[in-house]
T-cell receptor, first 111, second 114 residues
Framework: SQQGEEDPQALSIQEGENATMNCSYK?????LQWYRQNSGRGLVHLILIRSNEREKHSGRLRVTLDTSKKSSSLLITASRAADTASYFCAFSSDSNYQLIWGAGTKLIIKP | ETGVTQTPRHLVMGMTNKKSLKCEQHLGHNAMYWYKQSAKKPLELMFVYNFKEQTENNSVPSRFSPECPNSSHLFLHLHTLQPEDSALYLCASSQDTEYNYGYTFGSGTRLTVV
């Protein structure tokens, strides 16, 4: 299927530690995006990385993209309790403008 | 506030009821989307409108009926739903369907069908 796959499904770490989430896909992509969703609310766009880019930063967020391995990772440095949320990757392929979504990683930051 | 407003936030309805979900955006976006989010499943795209025209209907049952009177407003009319339709319904918008550089989502409507 075209669905993105994220791992881990759940991640629990201490405040201050770094959190890494991974996303893999099977098609050629145009871009890959990461979103955050706080419990029971809408998704918030975090960062977009284009297929010709390898790394992007936004504040405490760092996203990498390896098109040869068809994978991306999201690193949150110096985690805070407010980072507790579910994180989703989504990508659009060259042939289809629709975003294809992963099932998400649930991140819990323990104080 | 994200700029995309969904109402109501919560809705409980019986299987024989008719209700509507509303989505409104004033971001100047031309594409609007309805998604269904169920527990432990990826987001399911339901409908896409681009410049008020429906461009996608992902095999959604006819008990869900979308309406897009203008580029700023999107409705989802609900009729004779089933308990398995209980989910979080999310509306999103983007510049247009080919401008895939980030969606703006509303906070969602939590629907419970009893």
């Amino acid at each position: 299927s075209q669905q993105g796959e994220e791992d881990p499904q759940a991640l629990s770490i201490q405040e201050g530690e770094n959190a890494t989430m991974n996303c893999s896909y099977k098609t050629s992509i145009n871009n890959l995006q990461w979103y955050r969703q706080n419990s029971g609310r809408g998704l918030v766009h975090l960062i977009l990385i284009r297929s010709n880019e390898r790394e992007k930063h936004s504040g405490r967020l760092r996203v990498t993209l390896d098109t040869s391995k068809k994978s991306s990772s999201l690193l949150i440095t110096a985690s805070r309790a407010a980072d507790t949320a579910s994180y989703f990757c989504a990508f659009s392929s060259d042939s289809n403008y629709q975003l294809i979504w992963g099932a998400g990683t649930k991140l819990i930051i323990k104080p | 506030e994200t700029g995309v407003t969904q109402t109501p936030r919560h809705l409980v309805m019986g299987m024989t009821n008719k209700k509507s979900l509303k989505c409104e955006q004033h971001l100047g976006h031309n594409a609007m989307y309805w998604y269904k989010q169920s527990a432990k499943k990826p987001l399911e795209l339901m409908f896409v409108y681009n410049f008020k025209e429906q461009t996608e209907n992902n095999s959604v049952p006819s008990r869900f009926s979308p309406e897009c009177p203008n580029s700023s407003h999107l409705f989802l009319h609900l009729h004779t739903l089933q308990p398995e339709d209980s989910a979080l319904y999310l509306c999103a918008s983007s510049q247009d369907t080919e401008y895939n550089y980030g969606y703006t989502f509303g906070s969602g409507t939590r629907l419970t069908v009893v």
